[in-house]
């Protein structure tokens, strides 16, 4: 039982590094989908009977998924998961032991994310098919199991970007399913029977994500995989349901639908600049630039707020403006992209040692012109950062 204890514990650190679910959608509002493709390892309990056990399963699955982001932070998804484990022909006691296992699980969830993390819950259904087939001298058998199942799942993702196109991504999940069991067989399973009982289930996954700053954007992640079901293995030691875990590498592309395509025009970028007044003879002005419907802080962006925010902290206020490769349309997706954006900038001032309340946010037009600094002689305290939109 220890390397079955040592797979679950691998299980639960991936899930527990994942947490802080496996879906990342995009901002804008619209369709967005992925597909994924992986080669897993089965783990756990293997199938077994009171002859032998097969010591190698492995196979192909993948997912589909498609979703449509509602508003800003909502969204709903329907995914569809197969995987299909088989067993190499494996010789004991002069004889022979086949396994195979596939099953499919289908997912209907509503999401809620925010910039760098989603949760997601909703309803799951599931079918297993397990069964083994043996024959060694004077003796053979099969043995087949039926599962079907439906539950509520929820689960948790994150993307932390690394640079403007380079993340860390994660998940977990988990779910509880009610599942009708069909077991069949001349082998370890004796008494051909109908039941019910619940499968719990447990997911993770933590990889790695290229995604391009085009719109629509598109996405490539890798990473492993870690998947556990209980009470669902066919075993000969007396349960006949162990855990099934399985593991291994995933790869996943990933297109975001949402949002207007770029037009040729569009490839050269567009900034634009806004100022509330133009500022002070003497007081610095920073701008920041951002990518076309990103809201995160680049290589680049991050040195000019280190100096703004060394302005500051030296006691010269900063006049920091927004610059973006897309248009200001005057619509709330517009409006929330921008508040995003001054509030990444505010982070990161935080981040640079300057104080929350020395920095002001606000749309073009609202902030009132920064004082000059006479002599260089303000304090550090009365300094201040605007942050215009």
Known sequence: ??????????????????????????????????????WMWL?????????????VTNGPGGQMLIGYKLDLHWDMALAGDVQGL???????????LSVDTNHQHFDLEAGYSRDWWRVNAGLRGIHYRQGAVYSIPGSSGADMREMYGIGPKVGVGVRVPVSESWAVVGG??????????ADTGGGVVLNNASYWQFVPQLSGELGVSWRSSD???????????????????????????????????????????????????????????????????????????????????????????????EDVR?????????????????????????????????????????????????????LPALAPVAGGTQQAANARAQITF
């Open 1 to 38: 039982m220890a390397p079955i204890g040592k797979l679950i514990a691998l299980a639960g650190l991936l899930a527990a590094l994942a947490a802080p679910a496996s879906a990342q959608v995009p901002e804008q509002q619209g369709f967005f989908g992925n597909i994924d493709g992986r």
């Open 215 to 309: 719109m629509p954007s598109f996405a490539f992640t890798t990473g492993a995989r870690v998947a556990t079901s209980f009470s669902t293995t066919i075993t000969s030691d007396g349960s006949r349901q162990g855990s099934l875990v399985e593991y291994g590498p995933f790869v996943r592309i990933s297109y975001n639908f949402a949002g207007p395509s770029r037009s040729q025009r569009m490839a050269v970028r567009e900034e634009r600049e806004i100022w509330t007044n133009a500022p002070p003879t003497g007081t610095p002005r920073y701008v920041v630039h951002f990518g076309y419907e990103r809201s995160d802080i680049g290589l680049v962006a991050a040195s000019v707020i280190r100096q703004a925010a």
């Open 172 to 181: 977990a999940d988990a779910a509880l399913l009610y599942t009708s069991f």
């Open 43 to 55: 783990g756990g309990d293997r199938i077994s009977s009171n002859s032998g056990t097969a010591p």
């Open 86 to 96: 088989l067993s190499t022909l494996t010789q004991f006691r002069n004889g022979t």
């Open 314 to 366: 030296r006691g010269r206020p900063a006049n920091i403006a927004i610059a973006s490769a897309d248009r200001d349309d005057g619509s709330d997706h517009s409006r929330a992209l921008s508040q995003r954006r001054a509030e990444a900038i505010r982070a990161t001032l935080a981040s640079d040692g300057v104080s929350p309340s020395q920095v002001d946010i606000a749309a073009a037009g609202e």
